[in-house]
Structure formats: structure tokens, C-alpha cells
């Protein structure tokens, strides 16, 4: 189930945050089997299993494994937390009935066509393994679209904190690069080859794959030597080709176009400074740089314009997260009054319950 669940985490990354305020049977059956239950609002086993493999994605993805489940009490922690995240949802559905809170038609055309291109997405494996349909999918946006109604009815008297939205924004670096730099600066790019030596194991740098100290020693011994060898006109791309320890560059002769921000800092800070055809040796986390400044890009007039929209939308995106942030806060405590009313009203089919097991796939 690796490709379906990076694209439940992003798909239904709304829903996993409005219901996170406060902190064996035969596939084609689960629309019919009835796991948890609170007055007239039912989950049935198929989109349980559809939020399970939320949950199991964003556990996999902090673990960065999917060996999370061999760990000591992962399965445990995580189906508590199923549970904890179905009542929500439980709750949060029922609400939404007794606020009499609808879709128009033009939004249930938008929840229908967005189900029915995540659904196009899935392989037949992965339908099977969930057990879904794509009325169980419609039905999951749907009820993504009725919360977030939800949440504007509830906190369309909010007082919104400007001041903070302010402040916060202020100290993302990122926004204030993008908003302070030129947009034909920001969005320049340097073409650059580059022969690498490296001084760590594996993929990444880590404190536990870096160098030691007398192997970094010798790493920078060898770039040295061999950035003498290109500077005395020795033919580079054929050094790249034998030496270069960036297999990510080799296919292209070591090769990379780039604006400033897409690289570590040194790499960009020497590239934007170099003359054509300079080459100079640079030190990153990953090793030792023998760079040659092939070209510098500059931007179309078209180009500029059409950033200065991602600059509106990114300015915008980071506003009305922020909004968020202001609104859950908001909302927390008129949900826990919600859930507090509900607690001993929602019922578990234990039956059911106790067949699904994190990590192994529902009905498995």
C-alpha cells in the first residue's frame, strides 16, 4: 500500500486536521457492516478502513518505515488513536446533521468529481486491500466538506488576530526572502557542473554517517588534488564521470540548473558569485565541491509575471493557515463540549472492532 498512502496522508490532510482539534469478511461486504455508532451517525467497516490507512500513513511517515509495527506497542498506540479519531468524526457528523449544514450542488458536483479522480488514481490491489468503493469515497469527501462548513459556522463571530498573523509571518524566513528579494533574483538560475567528494555514508548526511575526522582528512586531500588537475586544463566532465560521488548529477556529466534557494546555501552562495567558467573547490554537509559556473539564466518577462502570482498565492496560503491555527483554537472548546456530550452515547461494535489490527490491513 506504499502509493496509496502518501496520497491519503495529502488527499485528506483537512479532514486529519479538523478531527485532531484536541490533540475477517469478504471486501465487497464492508458498506454494510457497522463498526461505531452515535445517535442516527454510522461508520461502516469501509471507511473506517479508509481512515485507518490515514493513520497508518502518517505513523509510517514519522517513522519514516513501515516497520514501525514491529516496534513495542506501535499497533496498540496507533488503533487508540483510530478509535479516538472515528468518534471525532462520529461526532463531528452528527453535529453537521443537527446544524442542518448541506452542500449545495455545485459543491456536491466538486465532492463527486474529486472522489472520482482520487478513486481513477487507485490500482485495483490497493481498492481491494481497503475494501472501497467510490460511493464510500464520495461519501469521505462529503463529510471533509461538511466540517469545514462546520467550523466557519462556528467561528464566523471569531475575532481574527491580525497583529499575530503578523508576527507569526514575520518570522518565517522563507516568506520574508520571497517577499523582500526581487523576483528576477529570486527566481535566476545558475547552471553548474560539479564533481563531488564525499564525506559521509549512505544517502544523507547524519551525525551518524558523517565522516570521521581523519577520513573527511583525506576526502578533502583527494578534491584537492583533483581540483589542481582541472585547474591545469585537465578535461572535467571526464573527471566528473570516474570521481564524482553525486550519482544523482552523473547522468546529466555532473550537472545542475538551480535557483538560489534549491541548493545549501555554499553551493548556491559560490555559484551566484562566480564568474563564467570559473571553477572554484567549496566545502557543504555533503563534501567537497569542484564547481564550474557553466551559465547564468535570467528570467522571461513572462516568467516574472507568472511567479508574482505564486508569490500571491503563497502569501494568501500562509494567511489562511494561520487563520486556521486562530480558528481551531477557537473551536476546541465548543467541539469538547460536543464530545463530552457524546461520550456515552457512541457505540463499538467490539466485535468488529477487535478484528482490525494496525499495520495488517483491514480484514487481512
Given amino acids: ?160 488576530d491580525e497583529e499575530k498573523i503578523y508576527s507569526t509571518l514575520e518570522e518565517n524566513s522563507e516568506y520574508i526572502y520571497f517577499l523582500n528579494t526581487p523576483i528576477e533574483e529570486i527566481i535566476t538560475k545558475a547552471r553548474v557542473k560539479h564533481l563531488l567528494i564525499k564525506t559521509f555514508t549512505g544517502e544523507q548526511p547524519t551525525e551518524t554517517t558523517n565522516y570521521s575526522a581523519e577520513d573527511k582528512k583525506a576526502a578533502k586531500i583527494e578534491a584537492e588534488q583533483l581540483f589542481e588537475r582541472v585547474k591545469d586544463g585537465e578535461d572535467f566532465v571526464k573527471l566528473i564521470t ?40 567549496v566545502e557543504s554537509i555533503f563534501g567537497y565541491h569542484i564547481m564550474r559556473l557553466e551559465e547564468i539564466i535570467k528570467p522571461t518577462p513572462e516568467e516574472i509575471t507568472e511567479f508574482e502570482k505564486v508569490i500571491k498565492d503563497y502569501d494568501e496560503y500562509l494567511r489562511n493557515n494561520l487563520l486556521q491555527v486562530q480558528k481551531q483554537e477557537f473551536y476546541t472548546p465548543i467541539y469538547a463540549e460536543w464530545e463530552k456530550e457524546a461520550e456515552k452515547d457512541i457505540k463499538v461494535v467490539q466485535k468488529q472492532w477487535n478484528k482490525i489490527e494496525m499495520g495488517k490491513g483491514i480484514g487481512n
Fill in 1 to 160: 500500500m506504499g502509493k496509496i498512502i502518501k496520497r491519503l496522508t495529502i488527499i485528506f490532510l483537512m479532514i486529519s486536521t479538523l478531527t485532531m482539534l484536541l490533540s475477517g469478511c469478504g471486501k465487497n461486504n464492508y458498506e454494510k457492516i457497522k463498526v461505531m455508532e452515535y445517535k442516527d451517525t454510522v461508520l461502516n467497516l469501509d471507511e473506517v478502513s479508509l481512515w485507518q490507512a490515514i493513520l497508518e500513513a502518517e505513523f509510517e511517515e514519522a517513522a519514516g518505515s513501515s516497520n514501525v509495527w514491529l516496534e513495542d506497542g506501535a499497533k496498540e498506540q496507533a488503533k487508540t488513536e483510530l478509535e479516538f479519531r472515528l468518534k471525532q468524526v462520529l461526532v463531528l457528523t452528527q453535529k453537521s446533521k443537527e446544524e442542518n449544514i448541506t452542500l449545495s450542488n455545485e459543491e456536491l458536483e466538486t465532492v463527486k468529481e474529486d472522489a472520482k479522480t482520487f478513486f481513477d488514481q487507485l490500482e485495483e490491489s490497493e481498492i481491494e486491500t481497503l475494501g472501497l468503493t467510490l460511493s464510500t469515497v464520495e461519501i469521505v469527501y462529503e463529510k471533509n466538506a461538511l466540517f469545514s462548513k462546520l467550523l466557519d459556522l462556528k467561528t464566523k463571530d471569531m475575532e481574527v
Fill in 242 to 281: 570516474e570521481y564524482s560521488e553525486d550519482e544523482a548529477s552523473l547522468a546529466n556529466e555532473g550537472e545542475y540548473t538551480f535557483t538560489y534557494k534549491e541548493m545549501t546555501h555554499e553551493f548556491s552562495d559560490a555559484a551566484f558569485d562566480m564568474e563564467i567558467g570559473e571553477i572554484r573547490l
